[in-house]
């Protein structure tokens, strides 16, 4: 800051160094003229006093404009972010170590206050593409479990065909929106439109880091309709790190369900194993449900 008031003050110096230069000039000539001339410039003086100050006002604001311009940030293309974020990816994907994580999932109806349902499960990860999934313990409504039941069916498809669901040329067009501050750091905030109607794309925004073209956030909506009986679905998720792996580690889905109305479901990221020994249990997991099978959401399932 104090480089850049000094690169402003002496800008000011050198525009009022131009109007003293001016200002000796034309008081020479007026002394090398005669009488009568002098009479005749006198107004003219008056002329050119105010131009050499609009000249000097230029001066200055172009001076301030060029110190502005050197310490603010050049938003890079949209090409280019997108280039850097797919290789943010794939460095991150190369650090990725098998891991158990323990994760908690909360319904809500429409008001918040009470919470309808409460999951634990644990998920199983093994580099490249292998998540398996447990339940712990379930306690409220039957319906929560289904839900959490379907959205990990689903996180363990996209891990087997990540290329599919990628943010990447192939999958979405993007436009760049604005730069905007995220928990302390400076992002560029894109718009993802999907190149397909597909339950796994998403239409919406994402909040990437200037610096590690890491994904912080995304706020979105499916690009193509999950059931009949869901609409309105609106969905964010959080990115962290976790020992140098980037992850998913919160998210909250709110959905009008037919008959039901509205219900919100948030998930947390509560607790991560990461050892020697998480290869070897990571064979030994099973993908499983509360004691019944996974059903779409329909109205009978809130009795």
């Known amino acids: 800051m104090n ?12 525009a009022r160094k131009q109007v003293e230069r001016f200002e000796i000039v034309e008081q020479s000539r007026k002394t090398r003229t ?4 002098s009479t005749k410039l006198a107004g003219g003086d008056v002329n050119v006093r105010r131009q050499i100050s609009c000249m000097s006002l230029l001066s200055l604001v172009v001076a301030v404009s060029g110190v502005t311009a050197q310490t603010g940030t050049t938003v890079p293309a949209v090409e280019t972010i997108i280039a850097r974020i797919a290789q943010a990816r794939d460095e991150n994907r190369q650090r990725f170590r098998p891991y158990i994580v323990t994760r908690e ?25 292998s998540k398996k999934y447990a339940f712990q313990k379930s306690s409220g409504a ?6 959490v039941g379907r959205m990990l069916e689903s996180e363990a498809e996209i891990a087997k065909n990540y290329c599919s669901t990628d943010i990447s040329l192939n999958n979405y067009d993007f436009r760049f929106i604005r730069e905007e501050e995220l928990a302390g750091r400076r992002c560029y905030v894109l718009e993802l ?11 919406g925004n994402i909040w990437v880091d200037a610096d590690t073209y890491l994904v912080h956030r995304t706020e979105a909506e ?25 992850l998913q580690m919160a998210s909250e889905a709110t959905a009008t369900v037919r008959i039901l109305g509205q219900h919100t479901i ?8 990461i050892d020697k020994l998480v290869a070897a ?18 109205p009978s399932s809130s009795k």
């Open 266 to 273: 948030i998930s947390r990221n509560v607790k991560y194993e």
């Open 281 to 298: 249990r990571a064979k030994q997991a099973l993908q499983i449900d509360i004691q019944r099978p996974v059903q779409r959401l329909d």
């Open 142 to 147: 039957g319906l929560g479990g289904r839900i």
């Open 193 to 203: 439109n999907p190149r397909r109607k597909e339950k796994n794309l998403v239409r």
């Open 34 to 37: 005669g009488s009568e001339n």
């Open 222 to 246: 499916p690009a193509k309709s999950l059931s009949w009986w869901v609409r309105d679905v609106h969905m964010v998720f959080l990115y962290g790190d976790v020992e140098g792996m980037w």
């Open 3 to 14: 480089h850049c008031k000094g690169r402003r003050l002496r800008a000011t110096a050198n």
């Open 105 to 129: 999932y909360q319904l809500f109806g429409k008001e918040r206050q009470n919470i309808k349902s409460q999951v634990t499960a644990e998920v199983t990860f093994v580099p490249p593409d």
